[in-house]
C-alpha cells in the first residue's frame, strides 16, 4: 500500500514537473533573442545595435531637419534612447522596436517623431540615431528595449517570426528629468 502510494505522489510530482518544463506558446514561438545592457554592442544576425544613452524625462524637445523645435504632448513620460546599429551583411530595417515594462506592457516605438527605426541600414557602415517612446511613469524604471521582425530590403529573404531579437537592459532608475532632446536632422 505504501510503495503505491510513493508511486502515486512520484507520479504526480513527474507530471507538474514536466508541465512547468514544456514552454507556453508565446515562449516557444518568440524569436532567439540576443542580450546585453546600456552602451554594450549587442550582435544579431542582421545587425549590432547598442544603446548609447537612454533617458527618462517629463518633456520632450524635438529639432527638425529645418531646426523647428517643437514639444509633442503626453500624458506620461518620455524615454528617450540614442541608439547606433550596424548591418552585418545585407540592407535591413530595424523592424518592430518596442519597449517592455517590467510588468509586461509593451510600447511600440512613437510614431511622432523621426527614429533610427525608420532608416535603412547599410553593411558595415554605423548609423546612430534617437528613438522615442511614451510610457506610463511607473513603466519606465526597469524597461527593456527589444527589436524584432528585422526588414530586409531583398526580396529574396523573408521577413519570418522566429528570426533573431536583440533585448537590452536600459538600467533606467530614479525620477524623470524635466526635459530631454532629439535631433532628427541627419537621420
Known amino acids: 500500500m505504501i510503495k503505491k502510494l510513493l508511486t502515486a505522489v512520484a507520479l504526480v510530482a513527474a507530471i507538474g514537473a514536466v508541465q512547468r518544463l514544456i514552454p507556453d506558446d508565446d515562449r516557444m514561438y518568440r524569436p532567439i533573442a ?109 524597461a527593456i528595449l527589444r527589436v524584432t521582425g528585422a526588414r530586409y530590403a531583398s526580396i529574396h529573404r523573408l521577413n519570418g517570426a522566429l528570426g533573431p531579437a536583440v533585448e537590452i537592459d536600459l538600467q533606467l532608475t530614479g525620477a524623470p528629468e524635466p526635459t530631454a532632446a532629439l535631433d532628427e536632422e541627419g537621420l
Open 34 to 142: 540576443s542580450t546585453g545592457t546600456l552602451k554594450q554592442d549587442v550582435r544579431s544576425l542582421p545587425y549590432t545595435l547598442r544603446v548609447d544613452s537612454a533617458h527618462v524625462a517629463r518633456e520632450l524637445r524635438v529639432t527638425d531637419a529645418y531646426d523647428e523645435v517643437s514639444t509633442p504632448a503626453t500624458r506620461g513620460v518620455w524615454v528617450v534612447l540614442t541608439l547606433t546599429a550596424t548591418a552585418t551583411g545585407e540592407q535591413v530595417r530595424l523592424g518592430d522596436v518596442t519597449l517592455v515594462a517590467p510588468g509586461g506592457t509593451v510600447y511600440a516605438a512613437t510614431d511622432r517623431v523621426d527614429g533610427l527605426d525608420g532608416v535603412e541600414l547599410e553593411a558595415g557602415i554605423p548609423r546612430s540615431g534617437p528613438i522615442a517612446f511614451e510610457v506610463r511613469p511607473e513603466d519606465a524604471e526597469g
